[in-house]
């Protein structure tokens, strides 16, 4: 189809983006060939029906996957026929609601113990490691911290969030510890010249979240386990939201979720008909 072409020579298209956009469009080109639908006639309904297509595709695309496909049609679509005409409405089917799988605190030491080691690398690993867990953070918000951003007399660190929101998270004992003997012990080590990163990779630049994977290949168990761990601990939704950034309750509420088992427990010491 000689839209497609048109829409996927767009010099503000990625290469990358390119590619998944001509994977994604042309089966559906063909699909509108294959059932005679002339893309100025494309509707509400003929998205509809392609993603009740995709749905029963042998494959068994997850709803992930049918959701990309779609906006990269609307996308397409937008470019096409004018954003007047790109149809409204949901199409994609519900995605399955996923709880975090959250580490146990036994299994938190453990990784943490296991990063011991010489040099100033380990004391580094130990650090970073230490401040997600106790300040709950995404990974690039870790690693975009200055040096600046923590505050050992006040005890807080200054977070630099999504949507370049900032928000004041408190510094647990044991993180400012580590942190405090990183600063001391290793950052001089690492860093070159006057850059102001706290977490400086082997290069004495500012470390990157691909390294901070290396070192544990999934940061995020670890703000889901701060979060969590907190709820076990009394903390209300509300000040977990604040301290997480998340700029809707329903985004925390999944959590209220994770900790059913300690609601159970409260519930059966306290009901009178439990």
Known sequence: MDA???FLASPSLSEGTRRSYRFDLEPFAAWLGKRGTALEDVDARALADYAAELGRDRRKLAPATISRKLAAIRSFLRHALGPSRVPEGTFSPRRARRL???PVTKDIEALLDALEGDGPLPLRNR?????????GLRSREAVLLDLADVDFEQELVRVHGKGDKERVVPLGEEAAYWISRYVRNARPL???GTEA?????TRGKRLDTSTLRRICPNPHKLRHAFATHLLEGGADLRTIQELLGHSSLSTTQVYSHVDGKRLRRVYDSAHPRS
Request: charged share 15%; proline share 4%; hydrophobic share 55%.
């Open 197 to 201: 990163a706290l977490f400086l990779s």
């Open 100 to 102: 975090p799988n959250t």
């Open 4 to 6: 497609v072409e048109r």
């Open 127 to 135: 650090a970073l490691l230490e401040l997600i867990y106790s300040a």
């Open 190 to 192: 690492l860093v070159r």
